[in-house]
């Protein structure tokens, strides 16, 4: 796809012998500062609804270079699929070739959905090339955190709803169901505290995701989605911890809240609000 203000290229590249595959959305007359889209969960460089499709263009529009491109072992890429904490030698081996092809750049702002923000965190302070990270809805789930935040805003506002009283009015609700679910996450917030899991990415996480970035000394963007279970688990960690709410009150930190919005910003308005404010941020600094 060429024109005068946006040429894309498809790419490929290597990592231990495995092809990887991406597309580069280049303006016409490019800033310094480029962005790499990292991919999370199990889906690949177009993105859900097309939104790193379109939000690459959109910022090559606006007079940035844009990369996105699929792990191995996803979307087009070789090799075996991989855990979102084992992607560094990938991230590193597209940011390689982003540098190498395009040669105007000289500082890159890694984005990251879900996982992918957690993966962006742990890379981020290794490599001097990356000044930014945009980390949407992080994904910091741990068995007790999960069970908390579905405690907090699930089955209690489900309560304080019409629905759910007529439901139960109409013999809709399997009560009995419920119940159990209820009791289940109660036991697992309880006790998810006191025990030890052979999980380093289920008990680790938050911790790690706090060291990544606490030890990236760029600017950080962190965007959320109002009607989100991940992003209110979030939430709800940093507001139980002082160390992350420190973190958050730096003022090379800023944090967004989209209203309405779900986990994958499924709307256009959603996916439109989010191109604008990463936009607005990469120009503010």
Not at 46 to 72: I, V
Not at 145 to 157: C, D, E, N, P, S
Not at 230 to 240: C, G, I, N, R
Request: glycine share 6%; with cysteine; charged share 20%.
């Amino acid at each position: 796809m060429t024109s005068d203000v946006l040429q894309e290229q498809a790419v490929s590249f290597k990592v231990k012998g495995a092809c990887l595959y991406g597309v580069i959305s280049t303006p016409a007359q490019a800033s310094p500062r480029g962005v790499l889209f990292i991919v999370g969960g199990p889906q690949y460089r177009a993105g859900s609804h097309r939104q790193f499709t379109l939000l690459a263009r959109d910022l090559a529009a606006n007079g940035y270079s844009a990369m996105r491109f699929d792990y191995r072992g996803m979307g087009d890429s070789e090799g075996e699929s991989l855990h979102f904490s084992e992607t560094t030698e990938d991230i590193k081996a597209a940011l390689d070739y982003f540098f190498k092809t395009q040669t105007h750049l000289q500082e890159v702002v890694l984005w990251g959905l879900c996982d992918a923000a957690s993966a962006a965190l742990f890379y981020a302070h290794q490599d001097q090339r990356i000044t930014g990270l945009i980390l949407l809805n992080p994904w910091v789930r741990t068995e007790a955190g999960i069970a908390k935040t579905y405690l907090k805003h699930y089955y209690v506002q489900r309560l304080f709803t019409a629905e759910f009283w007529k439901k139960m009015l109409l013999g809709k609700v399997r009560f009995f169901t419920s119940a159990k679910s209820l009791v289940m996450q109660l036991r697992q917030a309880v006790t998810s505290k006191n025990v030890h899991s052979d999980s380093e990415e289920q008990l680790g996480l938050p911790e790690k995701m706090l060291s990544g970035l606490q030890r990236f000394k760029g600017k950080t963007c962190i965007i959320l989605s109002e009607n989100d279970l991940t992003a209110q688990e979030f939430s709800d960690l940093v507001s139980s911890s002082a160390d992350w709410k420190k973190l958050l009150t730096s003022p090379r930190l800023k944090q967004l809240t989209l209203a309405g919005a779900n986990h994958t910003f499924s709307q256009r308005k959603w996916r439109e609000q989010v191109a604008s404010w990463t936009t607005e941020w990469l120009k503010s600094w």
